[in-house]
């Protein structure tokens, strides 16, 4: 049996059709300034598409620059490494004096429940 759809009108699923079809983008960026102080930086993009949409207009998606995003941290990798190792030392310190304290003080704990 088909589908019969009144004339002149629009429906819900030919507007969802459409829209994930063309796909809609939402680009929204708003800064809050007082005395040239930014206060709140505010930036959104909602993209409603089809996956097959999306993936074929994702270039044109990215192409916008973003103002108040800081650059990328341009140290080495061979920095990130050393900082990374020095980190797990200090952390396997950390671990190790903790693991020593609580040692002594289950130990003091035993000695003083064979008193009593």
Do not use: C, F, H
């Not at 994702?58 to 020095?86: C, F, I, K, M, Y």
């Not at 980190?87 to 396997?92: E, M």
């Amino acid at each position: 049996m088909p589908v019969e759809r009144a004339s002149g009108g629009t429906s819900l699923i030919d507007v969802l059709d459409r829209v994930l079809d063309k796909g809609i983008v939402i680009d929204a960026w708003v800064r809050v300034s007082l005395v040239g102080i930014d206060l709140l930086t505010v930036e959104a993009r909602v993209v409603v598409a089809s996956i097959d949409t999306y993936i074929k207009y994702s270039e044109a998606v990215g192409q916008v620059p973003t103002v108040s995003r800081p650059a990328l941290d341009s140290r080495t990798s061979e920095d990130l490494l050393a900082e990374n190792a020095s980190l797990r030392a200090q952390l396997a310190a950390s671990t190790a004096r903790e693991e020593a304290a609580v040692t002594r003080v289950t130990r003091r704990t035993r000695q003083t429940q064979k008193k009593l």
